[in-house]
């Protein structure tokens, strides 16, 4: 049981840190200034992020099978995941409508 708590928090802390992607280096929104970037930076930074969360999401599903708890905090990694892609999205808004970018994040 120890060890499918200890998976599932492992697990946790790979999606939440942007290290389950496939072979990029992980995406931090927090930390990016969005009035630097071009509309084409921007646009993959968030492709990028949203597509590492759907890639520990896809994962997720297996490690419900090993143990509920570990689902669980799995789950709880993702919301936090999508927590703060939307809060991302909200501080670049200004940046992508003040550049006229064509994106829809």
Same mark, same amino acid.
């Given at each position: 049981? *120890? ?14 840190? %942007? !290290? #389950?992607?496939? %072979? ?7 930390? #990016?200034?969005?009035?630097?970037? $071009? !509309? ?10 949203? $597509?590492?969360?759907? +890639?520990?999401?896809?994962?997720? $599903?297996?490690? %419900?099978?090993? $143990?509920? +708890? ?5 789950? +709880?990694? *993702?919301?936090?995941? #999508? ?16 550049? %006229? !970018?064509?994106?829809?994040?």
């Amino acid at each position: 049981m *120890k060890k499918t708590v200890l998976l599932g928090a492992a697990f946790s802390v790979s999606i939440l840190s %942007g !290290c #389950m992607s496939t %072979g990029e280096d992980s995406v931090n929104l927090a930390n #990016m200034d969005f009035n630097t970037l $071009s !509309c084409e930076q921007i646009d993959k930074a968030f492709k990028d992020y949203k $597509s590492n969360v759907d +890639s520990a999401d896809n994962l997720s $599903s297996l490690v %419900g099978v090993v $143990s509920s +708890s570990a689902a669980s905090a799995a789950n +709880s990694a *993702k919301s936090t995941a #999508m927590t703060a892609y939307y809060t991302a999205k909200e501080a670049a808004q200004p940046a992508i409508k003040a550049k %006229g !970018c064509k994106i829809y994040i």
